[in-house]
Nanobody, 129 residues
Framework: QVQLVESGGGSVQAGGSLRLSCAAS????????MGWFRQAPGKEREGVAA????????YYPDSVKDRVTISQDNTKTTVYLQMDSLQPEDTAMYYC??????????????????????WGQGTQVTVSS
């Protein structure tokens, strides 16, 4: 069975940092897209970062690109999201998602736009001022 398990969330003061982890199983990890998303109460789900495991190509929306970094460890089948300079507006439930095996090398932007169907349970990030 496929499984995604997020960890690393918590409560931090504004300006602080967190590193989220997503342990994946049941995927062709080096040849799959992986993404991080977040959803705050009353707001739509928002993509934060995406990466293609085979190449490491990544993508970030303008709203977060200077503050977050997505990375991967293929041997551990784990994807990380490093978040710096956190602000209260970053408060949300953060989810990781995994895409299917891809024969072709995909770009980070492709992975960001992918319609994911496999999701983790989420990890809460709370940033106080």
């Amino acid at each position: 069975q496929v499984q995604l398990v997020e960890s690393g969330g918590g409560s931090v003061q504004a300006g602080g940092s967190l590193r989220l982890s997503c342990a994946a199983s049941g995927y062709s990890f080096p040849r799959s897209c992986m993404g991080w998303f977040r959803q705050a109460p009353g707001k739509e789900r928002e993509g934060v970062a995406a990466i293609f495991g085979g190449s490491g190509d990544s993508y970030y929306p303008d709203s977060v690109k200077d503050r977050v970094t997505i990375s991967q460890d293929n041997t551990k089948t784990t994807v990380y999201l490093q978040m710096d300079s956190l602000q209260p507006e970053d408060t949300a439930m953060y989810y990781c998602a995994a895409g299917p095996f891809s024969t072709f090398s995909r770009s980070g932007s492709y992975c960001y736009s992918l319609r994911y169907t496999d999701w983790g349970q989420g990890t809460q990030v709370t940033v106080s001022s």
